[in-house]
């Protein structure tokens, strides 16, 4: 049983959550090899555990690893977090992407439900209002105009959520204010086949006037008001803040799975984008202003989906540099692993992980 790390004595910690393995905080596992180890976060050093401890714990790693949600993923290596704070670090082919279902539907779960508790309580609380106030004599529709109202601060809280003022770096030079709903739009395919048209009001760069919010910019006579087109990160960084806000009343599960269904008809997150652009008309030609492709009339499979997929892109670009680390440390402990294992056991044992080895990539 690994107890501390063989390169530097560091004791390692205990986990609650991989019985046959309750040492070690970050676990890589290679199921169609037998590899297992215990990452050392002091040094980073992987340490290979005894080869008859090995089999059950891989299972068990597999199978913690398939029900958590996955952070990230290259070709070779997948990341996830365990709900004790326990990281496993699985080698091999990227699981399914059924799991996103199980991801995303408890995140747009909550909020679902929270708004639907928002909505219920604003309810009781304007009936509350109301019945209190007919027992004093006054009229029901008195009170109509304060329901009204309570809806309208709704709406613009919603609307406003993708006006607010955030500069955007405008391609033609200087920063501009979005002051409108984007648009999606197709682009070059050096451009990644998508971006986005945000219309702005923005100052010219000699007025050195204050004002107060994009109102006050959009009805100065030194400004410029139009649109701006954002492609590659910049359409990238300003998508990834609008979906959020897009889908802040979340979604039951058949529009999770709806939206799940979309990203693999598109073949994946990275690609979903200028697939949405490709077939714009698919999507709004159902609207009331046909083919506009403002994000907000979207039908809500489709903000899902774009919300899903920014949220991965931004997972990606977080942890490349992790990742790519952790394939290096891999590769070199891989190497280790072999030459201990080939050392350890008798030629015949060898070759049936071989032949067994041969089965499971048959099987895949």
């Known amino acids: 049983?690994?107890?501390?790390?063989?390169?530097?004595?560091?004791?390692?910690?205990?986990?609650?959550?991989?019985?046959?393995?309750?040492?070690?905080?970050?676990?890589?596992?290679?199921?169609?090899?037998?590899?297992?180890?215990?990452?050392?976060?002091?040094?980073?050093?992987?340490?290979?555990?005894?080869?008859?401890?090995?089999?059950?714990?891989?299972?068990?790693?597999?199978?913690?690893?398939?029900?958590?949600?996955?952070?990230?993923?290259?070709?070779?290596?997948?990341?996830?977090?365990?709900?004790?704070?326990?990281?496993l670090v699985r080698i091999g082919r990227p699981i399914p992407r059924e799991f996103a279902a199980w991801r995303y539907g408890d995140q747009f779960g909550r909020r679902r439900a929270k708004v639907i508790a928002l909505g219920v309580g604003g309810v009781a609380a304007v009936g509350a209002l109301a019945a209190g106030a007919v027992a004093l004599g006054a009229s029901v529709t008195a009170f109509l105009p304060v329901i009204h109202v309570a809806n309208l601060v709704n709406?613009?809280?919603?609307?406003?959520?993708?006006?607010?003022?955030?500069?955007?770096e405008d391609p033609a030079g200087g920063r501009v204010l979005p002051i409108g709903n984007p648009r999606l739009v197709s682009a070059s395919d050096e451009d990644g086949g998508w971006g986005l048209e945000v219309p702005y009001t923005s100052r010219l760069t000699d007025d050195d006037k204050p004002s107060e919010g994009w109102w006050a910019r959009g009805m100065n006579k030194s400004v410029a008001i139009g649109t701006v087109r954002l492609v590659g990160?910049?359409?990238?960084?300003?998508?990834?803040?609008?979906?959020?806000?897009?889908?802040r009343a979340g979604a039951p599960t058949p529009r999770i799975r709806g939206a799940i269904d979309l990203i693999g008809e598109a073949g994946g997150t990275e690609g979903l984008p200028s697939f949405l652009a490709r077939h714009r008309a698919r999507f709004t030609a159902q609207q009331t202003f046909g083919d506009s492709g403002d994000l907000t009339a979207l039908p809500s499979e489709v903000k899902l989906a774009l919300e899903m997929a920014a949220h991965e892109e931004t997972e990606r670009a977080l942890l490349a540099g992790e990742l790519a680390a952790l394939e290096a440390q891999w590769r070199g402990a891989e190497e280790e692993a072999a030459i201990s294992d080939d050392l350890l056991l008798p030629p015949q044992v060898l070759t049936k992980l071989d032949s067994l080895r041969r089965a499971v990539e048959r099987s895949r």
């Open 155 to 168: 709406v613009l809280r919603t609307s406003s959520a993708l006006t607010r003022e955030r500069p955007l």
């Open 1 to 87: 049983m690994l107890t501390s790390c063989a390169w530097c004595a560091t004791p390692f910690p205990a986990n609650d959550s991989i019985e046959e393995m309750p040492v070690g905080r970050r676990l890589a596992f290679d199921a169609s090899k037998g590899r297992l180890w215990a990452v050392c976060r002091r040094c980073e050093r992987w340490n290979l555990a005894p080869i008859e401890q090995r089999w059950e714990a891989i299972e068990s790693c597999e199978r913690a690893f398939r029900e958590t949600r996955l952070r990230a993923s290259t070709d070779q290596v997948g990341l996830a977090k365990l709900r004790d704070g326990t990281e």
């Open 233 to 247: 990160p910049s359409a990238r960084d300003h998508l990834s803040r609008c979906v959020p806000r897009l889908n």
